[in-house]
């Protein structure tokens, strides 16, 4: 479990409405990762073009997020720019209880 602090965000049209569509506010993705533990994994299946990573964690209203999200070079350093966000579904979220609670056992 990683929690990310500092870093800042690289938002544009792209990503604010791939991540709104799923019914996200941007603030509550900066905070999913500035407020609460996250687990971080690659997305090895969607890294040809660039590394990226996926998060899961509990949103700021305590409901299950997934972030798909990189790295990027900025003029105040490494920002997140998130890919796409959105809740988990029921299976993805049972999934989700399960391997976090082995691991915080």
């Known amino acids: 479990m990683i929690k990310i602090k500092g870093l800042g965000f690289d938002w544009d049209v792209g990503n604010r409405e791939k991540c709104r569509k799923h019914g996200l506010d941007l603030l509550e993705i900066e905070a999913f990762f500035q407020q609460n533990p996250v687990y971080i994994t690659p997305d090895i299946d ?4 660039e590394k990226r990573y996926l998060a899961a964690g509990r949103s700021s209203t305590e409901r299950l997020m997934l972030v ?6 900025g003029a105040g350093g490494i920002l997140i720019r998130p890919i796409s966000a959105r809740y988990m ?4 979220a ?4 399960d391997e976090t609670s082995k691991i915080e056992k």
Request: aromatic share 16%; hydrophobic share 20%; no cysteine.
């Open 94 to 97: 049972r999934k989700y209880e």
């Open 89 to 92: 579904h029921r299976k993805e």
């Open 68 to 73: 798909v999200f990189t790295f990027r070079e």
């Open 46 to 49: 969607h890294s040809q073009m």
